[in-house]
């Protein structure tokens, strides 16, 4: 047994959906490989006794029991050929979809373990190379070991004495074959993880394509992937020299092999020991035992590279996730609301990001949160939907600590603005829908109207029905932002966070967008996080943090007297005056 197999039991699952049609395949393989078998003794039969003896009837009989032979082999051809190709490509698709799931069920913490660029060639590459792996499986690679054994059985019933030959060849063979798979292995996973390097550098440049065109930082982008492309050149030329060698060391084996048969063969039929036919024969079974060994060869590389690319995927299939969701989870309360208590935090390997916070808030509060760039605002919402967990202190949504809810129910209640807008390749409608899949027109429209998007959405020649570039190119930042929001009002949530997602926004529309949300926020928990102390005014209490702490809490009046870090932010925005 291979070492290290346990990583790819993920596997079963797909052997047991498909085993059985797996198994029908391998059957009709079998015939096939049998009646290739047949062939040969067939053939000798024709020489040693129907040309021989000049018996033209039992040539021709012979004739028509080899077509029929073919006939079969032929139907069994067709059959598996069919059978292989449905199950590996629903195999791949299922694969393929388990994994996309796995990947979007992955806490932010344990994705970050995995480079993007990985996951997607975990995705593609990998899964195509297990793909490709399960279907030679039922085309050829099972085919082969029955072609080598039964070729060995015949040959040995048809000339005993000659298959001596083959006890010294199909040993040596073995060695080369082994030897070859643990020299092959650890190359096509350094190969698989050069595909890694080449799509990361694609990805970066792809991502960043205005970054790049605006620094013109072409040449710099060029040799970075100039650099990953040369690895992974590097390293398939590696594992392909390496594996070169193995090939012809098998080829050589067997040719001695049959030139050893040949030359007892000759030697036997002079002494009157053995018939030309069975010579013949013996040969062409050896063709198909070396044909089959080197078939059998190219399987361990294909296995060797699938096998590389079955542990990868095990990787991310088997991570063990951070957050774990508890098992019988606690149903959170009716009432929006939010405590944080004797919060610390920490990314993972760094030090304290957020320390000893506390603040509680319920529906119906808009909750500011401001503070230097780094302050922790984001780290302190993540921990709401729980994206992280705390390293001390509790965090509860709903009257439930977030460790005990169901990770989907807590999410459905809480809609996040981000920093940075995302949006889908899709139509303006499909990406407000994206908040709610059963919303209405009209539902929609409110959200957009909410968001100060609708005016713009109207304006453009194709409204709602204009269809977005990747990540929304055709787009302003600004339009980007208030998509982002309509699409979280559009969810209609209990707990709505705006992570300074109004950057962007003239200072006009972002008051308009204020006062929106005011008037519709009854039952609504909002918590801004904001830059500019404007944002957060009016908010029912300001959390002002500093260095990962809490450093005041309150109105902006209050603040604006016992708060010396507002003070200054606010100062440096509005001047010492405005103080
Ligand atoms: N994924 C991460 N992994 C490790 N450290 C992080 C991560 N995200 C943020 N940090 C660190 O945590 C600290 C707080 O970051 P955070 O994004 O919460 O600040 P912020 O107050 O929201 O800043 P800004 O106003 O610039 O968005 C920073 O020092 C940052 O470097």
New binding site residues.
Partial sequence: MIKGMSGVSYLKKYIRRYGKLFVISICFLTLEALCDLFQPALMSRVVDVGIRNRNMAFVLRMGGVMLGVTALGAVGAVVRNNLSSRVSQRFGGDLRADLYARIQSLS?ETA?RFDTASLVTRLTNDVTQLQNFSNGLMRIFIKAPILCVGGVVMASLLDPQGALVLALVVPCVAVIVVFGMRRGYPLFARVQRAVDGVNGAMRAYLGGVRVVKSFHRFDYEQARFARENEALCGAQARAMRTMAMFGPSVMMVVNMGIVAVLWLGGWRIDAGSLEVGKVMAFINYMTQISTSLMTIFMVFTMFVRARASAERIGEVMNAQDVLREPARPRELGEEARVRFSHVTFA??G?GP?LQDISFACTAGQTVGLI??????????V?LIPRFYDPAEGTVEVCGVDVRQADAAALRRRIAVVP?KSTLFTGTILENLRWGDEHATREEIGAGAKLAQAHDFITALPEGYETRLGQGGVNLSGGQKQRLAIARALVRRPDILIL??CTSAVDAVTERKIREGLHAVARGLLCIV?A?RIVSVMDADVILV?DE?RVVGSGRHEALLQSCAVYRDIFASQFGKAGV
């Fill in positions: 932010y970050a990314y993972p760094g990001v503070g230097s760039t780094g302050a922790g605002k984001t780290s302190l993540d920093q992570d300074d996080i830059q943090l990962g």
